[in-house]
């Protein structure tokens, strides 16, 4: 029992249970315990002990990690349950949100863009009836700024004409038909102050001349013909007509030429002839 | 994690489940052990996310290794500790952590991680003051250098440049103080 004793008090048994023995050491540790229950009784006292020591000691570790350390040992076990039930709640969860989300834009985009197309064909429609409505305004425009020049030309050709008989400088002169052509009758006026010639083609009356004649316009002055220019004559023809000017006259008269006009006049194709 | 949903199975008990590898055993086994293992590893390795991977690896250890458990052998947690303050120890020895810890003093770090814990077991409080009363300063010293710092009872005369016989005495007497307490 000494020996016992001793080998209790020599402090060997603390180092044992604190892990602190070499292997030659344990075995011969172990082998007293199993020959005397007193050393079994002290190791099971100096255990007990410790552990006490470690729960006064104890530090709580934090809370997630208890989930952590059951799942470890839970996948070792080959156990497909976990300890959690939120994480699998979290998976589930998005394996349904993510396909709805993704539907829900498919639809939304193809709806989107057939909106598109759809108001890119209303768009052109209405652009090229636009289109179309603009340039029929162009043409009435083109074809009421034509219309609005012609009037305003008739206008100031009239006023012209109107201008002829109020002026008191200009002198009518009626000319006769010869008896080449006795209905012709032609009426010239003629201002010697401003020395302007024209002739009256609406109260004309002459006989309609062919594409290779032209009728031309003689004045006498003092018993020599000077050509006054040519002109035309037709159904159609109106308004004053203005020829080459001259100061002085004695007579006036028509001759039909060769078109183009002729330096002398041919006096057996005399028309009409006019005297002051 | 409240303290009511807590399992609790007689020492008996839990190694019957333990080794019949039932979930319950695992839940039982964490609720009863992991403060008094975690307080031991978190002394030793003075960092509290190194501290909860080795108790994690503790755990995997205790359960894939629980066939070389016996009741022969001696108390359940006398071997789980020491599984623990091995995982610990090597680790504080491993070269990793070597750099990026380098040597701080040990009594300091374990009064320190008390100071930071103190909220955490205050019930106890008390008890500890009383206990850390009936242990002398040396006693005490050598308990936690050998116990809650993975110190060897040789490392630690050196450390403490005293006999060898000496530091086996102070432990032994040490220990007879807890049991004393204890009892």
Redo the contacts between chains.
């Keep these: 029992m000494e020996d016992i004793k001793a080998y209790i008090e020599s402090g060997i048994l603390e180092l044992y249970v604190l892990g602190d023995v070499t292997p030659e050491e344990r075995t011969q540790v172990e082998a007293m315990a199993q020959k005397h229950p007193a050393i079994k009784a002290e190791l099971e006292e100096i255990g007990r002990s410790l552990e006490l020591y470690a729960e006064e000691n104890a530090v709580e570790p934090s809370e997630n990690l208890r989930n952590r350390v059951l799942n470890s040992l839970v996948v070792n076990l080959g156990d497909d349950r976990t300890f959690s039930s939120t994480r699998t709640a979290d998976e589930e969860e998005d394996n349904v949100i993510i396909p709805i989300s993704r539907a829900r834009s498919n639809t939304f985009f193809k709806y989107a863009f057939a909106a598109c197309l759809a108001l890119l064909l209303v768009s052109i429609v209405a652009l090229i009836s636009v289109y179309n409505k603009l340039q029929e305004s162009n043409n009435l425009v083109a074809s009421l700024q034509s219309q609005n020049q012609r009037f305003a030309n008739q206008t100031s050709l009239m006023d012209k004409e109107l201008g002829v008989f109020h002026d008191a400088s200009f002198k009518m002169v009626k000319l006769q038909g010869t008896p080449k052509s006795p209905s012709s009758k032609l009426t010239v006026a003629w201002s010697p102050v401003k020395k302007k010639v024209m002739i009256d083609m609406t109260n004309a009356s002459m006989p309609v001349n062919d594409k290779d004649h032209q009728y031309q316009l003689w004045a006498m002055v003092n018993g020599k013909p000077v050509d006054l220019g040519v002109f035309d004559a037709d159904t159609t023809s109106t308004g004053m007509k203005e020829m080459k000017s001259i100061a002085s006259a004695d007579a006036f008269a028509v001759t039909l030429e060769r078109r183009g006009g002729s330096p002398t006049p041919t006096m057996d194709q005399m028309m009409v002839i006019g005297k002051f | 994690?409240s303290k009511k949903r807590k399992i609790s199975l007689s020492e008996e008990e839990l190694v019957l489940a333990l080794q019949r590898?039932e979930?319950i055993a695992?839940?039982a086994l964490?609720?009863m052990y992991?403060?008094?293992?975690?307080?031991?590893i978190?002394?030793i390795v003075n960092d509290?996310a190194i501290?909860?991977d080795i108790?994690?690896d503790t755990?995997?250890k205790i359960?894939?290794s629980f066939s070389s458990y016996s009741t022969e052998?001696?108390?359940l947690?006398?071997w789980m500790?020491?599984i623990a303050?091995?995982l610990a120890i090597d680790k504080i020895r491993s070269k990793d952590f070597k750099n990026q810890t380098k040597n701080q003093e040990l009594e300091n770090n374990v009064t320190f991680?008390?100071e930071q814990?103190n909220t955490?077991?205050k019930p106890?409080l008390l008890?500890?003051k009383d206990?850390v009363e009936k242990l002398k300063p040396e006693q005490k010293s050598i308990?936690d250098l050998?116990?809650?710092k993975g110190y060897?009872?040789v490392e630690a005369a050196d450390e403490l440049g005293v006999p060898l016989g000496t530091i086996?005495?102070r432990?032994?007497m040490a220990?007879t103080q807890?049991?004393k307490?204890?009892n």
């Design positions: 994690m590898r979930k695992a839940e964490y609720d992991s403060a008094s293992l975690f307080g031991v978190v002394r509290e501290a909860e108790l994690q755990f995997v359960w894939n052998k001696g108390r947690f006398t500790v020491n303050r091995n991680i008390d814990r955490v077991y106890e008890g500890v206990l308990l050998v116990y809650f060897t009872h086996k005495t432990l032994r220990i807890l049991r307490y204890f």
